[in-house]
């Protein structure tokens, strides 16, 4: 078992909470397991910014040092958005769909994209 594969099963040993103080859930967690692999971190790299008193993580700064891992976590999912497979086409076709377009394709300016091994992640800080 891999160690993704550990976090999925185990999700609810992390003690990360969603914003209103409940347990996140297992497509909380693949979806956090997704952002992070996106930008090459993983569970421990995010733990230890939060131990060791770090205010940058990912190219997010705090301007303090980062409370909780759970802080960070609604740092990290305020910052990206994670989009299995089928929910990015989607996403993209709806975004062509809104486009007024004259030509048979679509330049995007500023919008950064990461294939992942589950989906896409989008940087939302663009």
């Given amino acids: 078992m891999n160690a993704k594969e550990y976090a999925l099963q185990h999700f609810d040993k992390y003690s990360l909470s969603d914003y209103q103080g409940k347990p996140i859930t297992q497509s909380d967690m693949l979806a956090l397991l997704n952002i992070l692999e996106s930008q090459d971190e993983t569970l421990d790299t995010l733990h230890a910014a939060v131990i060791s008193g770090y205010d940058e993580y990912m190219h997010i700064w705090h301007g303090g040092s980062f409370e909780s891992d759970t802080e960070l976590y609604h740092i990290i999912i305020e ?32 919008m950064y994209v990461y294939k992942t091994s589950d989906g896409y992640v989008i940087d939302n800080r663009c």
């Fill in 79 to 110: 910052n990206f958005s994670f989009l299995t497979d089928a929910q990015f086409i989607d996403y993209m076709l709806e975004l062509w769909a809104d486009f007024e377009h004259d030509t048979d394709y679509i330049i995007f300016h500023d």
